[in-house]
């Protein structure tokens, strides 16, 4: 393990536990909530110290969550084909789609519409209609990620042969294909909208650069591509930089003036076993990695660790920094719920 001289950051603000692995976390716009699902189909929020059950585990592992933008309405989805959205506490939708597992869901960030997924196919609920606008075919696989532009404007679909993306005002356009002769595991828009980063199952990274029609390709991974992360930050040539994971390494990407040369790497190494979520804070190059190891790091300018966190019986599961990176939340193979804040 690396030695670290920089003092503390982050200390150990809360602790819980659910009764399982937790599967997902994600915290409210503002905030003030942190929501929390399990393995054993627990759904917890946390405020203040307090945690709330909305749903008690009933052994069919709830697998992922999000909030609205206007922190209204919180969706869950997973193993039981069921979307559930409550408003606040209360259970206003149950989208029953079994036995279709339900793992990838994203609300617009700019409007009440929920995409899912269902297999080979998503669908977007509208939240004020409570109705299903439209149902997208991906065609080609099961949907492996789902992501919206930051405008809301589009709406990105990835799996095998690549990503789709369609344009929210025209869902009946047929939409732009990015495509690739392998699978598409983890996808993301980078926060200015710029940029779509696919990381693949042929141990390479697609960065397509939005209205350019020539993606880079980054290859040289020991594995498949399991998790990306785009900065809020922006280098000097005003780009965000690229975290992708892989295995128990980390590539940064930062882009280069000369557009011929593309994304420079440099490698993080400290984990020793495979990385389960990777998050640059708000605003900054500061990068927190979650593993497998029982090591949270956190990496200065995402460049050498600054602080490496423990505190769960068995490995880190996810991750979730707080909207203005006062606190960051962690979720344990245990179901350990940790929050840490700034000292």
Known sequence: MSSTTTPKEFKQYYSGTLSDYVTAIAWSPEGKTLAATSAAGEVVLWNDGELTTLQAGNGKSVDCLACSPDGKFLAVGGQDGKVKIWQETELIATLENAPVWVDKLAWSHTGNQLAFSLGRYVQVWNADTREIAVTLNFDNSSVLGIDWR???????????????????????????ILSMSTVSVAMAWSPDGKFLASGNMDRSVTVLEWN????????????????????EATTNLGAPILASSSVEGIVVWEKLEDDSLGWEARVLTNHVDAIAAIGFAPKSFFLASAAA??????WNDAKQVAQIITGVSAGFSSLAWHPQGEFLAAGGEKGELLLLSKV
Request: aromatic content about 16%; charged content about 25%; proline content about 8%.
């Open 212 to 231: 350019n029609p020539d993606p880079w390709v980054m290859r040289g991974f020991p594995g498949k591509i399991r998790q990306l992360a785009w900065s």
């Open 293 to 298: 190891d029982g090591w949270l790091c956190l």
């Open 150 to 176: 930051k405008d809301g404007q589009y709406l990105a679909i990835s799996g095998y042969k690549g990503v789709k993306i369609w344009h929210s005002q025209d869902w009946d356009e047929e939409p732009y």
